[in-house]
T-cell receptor, first 113, second 118 residues
Framework: AQSVTQLGSHVSVSEGALVLLRCNYS??????LFWYVQYPNQGLQLLLK??????LVKGINGFEAEFKKSETSFHLTKPSAHMSDAAEYFC???????????FGTGTRLTIIP | GAVVSQHPSWVICKSGTSVKIECRSL??????MFWYRQFPKQSLMLMAT?????????EQGVEKDKFLINHASLTLSTLTVTSAHPEDSSFYIC??????????????FGPGTRLTVL
């Protein structure tokens, strides 16, 4: 069984400030972890993924995430927020041999001008 | 590359009618497609896994007779909501799976279909 917990359904940061979106996972086997972004009335776009290679993963649009096994976490960060980062962000988990994704409840990111 | 389309993007129908939603992988072949449902301001909930040429596998609690899935080719899967009711109103998103750059299958998502049942 696998699950994802995203702490904070809403996060607001000022433009130019650090973005930190939290994700903790539970998995009985080594996980694959993903961050997706969803803009209003659109599908999901992959930001980055962890598949058991480097624990620090760099993605698109300046985002990165670090896999910490000891903390069962995969938090998403970006050093400097842009207005265009305002969206819904989903963390998801799957694992080897089971490509079904289990999603967290999402975090809505608001950027304050 | 790896573009997935959905048609229609939005649909309004009367209660009791059926609605078909198409999911196409435009530039790759997908042996597996997934159908999700998303309620307003909530996460995606997997409804079913669709494999080309075989019956779909439904998640627990999803009525297979209400949500008919057909995966007739490697680039097309369809979801038909039969005898739709207002509670079926939702955002339906499909994804298509293909081998990714990291050696695992990666899901590419369609833009979604907004269904409103009156």
């Amino acid at each position: 069984a696998q699950s994802v917990t995203q702490l904070g359904s809403h996060v607001s940061v000022s433009e130019g400030a650090l973005v930190l979106l939290r994700c903790n996972y539970s998995s009985s086997v080594p996980p694959y972890l993903f961050w997706y972004v969803q803009y209003p009335n659109q599908g999901l776009q992959l930001l980055l993924k962890y598949t058991s290679a480097a624990t620090l993963v760099k993605g698109i649009n300046g985002f990165e995430a670090e896999f910490k096994k000891s903390e069962t976490s995969f938090h998403l960060t970006k050093p400097s927020a842009h207005m265009s980062d305002a969206a819904e962000y989903f963390c998801a988990v799957s694992n080897f041999g089971n490509e079904k994704l289990t999603f967290g409840t999402g975090t809505r990111l608001t950027i304050i001008p | 590359g790896a573009v997935v389309s959905q048609h229609p993007s939005w649909v309004i129908c009367k209660s009791g009618t059926s609605v078909k939603i198409e999911c196409r992988s435009l530039d790759f072949q997908a042996t597996t497609m997934f159908w999700y449902r998303q309620f307003p301001k909530q996460s995606l909930m997997l409804m079913a896994t669709s494999n080309e040429g075989s019956k779909a596998t439904y998640e627990q609690g999803v009525e297979k007779d209400k949500f008919l899935i057909n995966h007739a080719s490697l680039t097309l899967s369809t979801l038909t909501v039969t005898s739709a009711h207002p509670e079926d109103s939702s955002f339906y998103i499909c994804s298509a799976s293909t081998p990714g750059t990291s050696g695992i299958n990666e899901q590419f998502f369609g833009p979604g279909t907004r269904l409103t049942v009156l």
